[in-house]
């Protein structure tokens, strides 16, 4: 059982950054994938990263290759998501998500969601 809660969204103007933070609660962080995706009104959720359990092999949506960077603190069951050079079409609400199922990129590889986060990008 994990719970997981999303920080860190908010109002910002285009080509400015954010980092959100996601807090889990769990005895084996560790052992789970974690990834973020983001819903904006009117659309489908869509993948936007993920990290492996060790932190070593992460993806991307290519939507935000090369300007947003998923890492995780073990140590700390924190797992965070710092967003660069952010455009209007990234708003929406951003979900943190834990998984052991396969497909780290896909909804179904996981089990745990949290309530979300809403990151608006202005013009």
């Known amino acids: 059982q994990v719970s997981l809660v999303e920080s860190g969204g908010g109002l910002v103007q285009a080509g400015g950054s954010l980092r959100l933070s996601c807090a889990a609660s769990?005895?084996?962080?560790?052992?789970?994938?974690m990834g973020w995706f983001r819903q904006a009104p009117g659309k489908e959720r869509e993948f936007v990263a993920a990290?492996?359990?060790?932190?070593?092999?992460?993806y991307y949506a290519d939507s935000v290759k090369g300007r947003f960077t998923i890492s995780r603190d073990n140590a700390k069951n924190m797992v965070y998501l710092q967003m660069n050079s952010l455009k209007p079409e990234d708003t929406a609400a951003y979900y943190c998500?834990?998984?052991?199922?396969?497909?780290?990129?896909?909804?179904?590889?996981?089990?745990?969601w949290g309530q979300g986060t809403q990151v608006t990008v202005s013009i």
């Open positions: 769990t005895r084996t962080f560790d052992s789970y994938h």
């Open positions: 990290i492996s359990w060790s932190g070593g092999s992460t």
């Open positions: 998500a834990a998984g052991i199922r396969s497909g780290w990129t896909t909804e179904r590889g996981y089990n745990y």
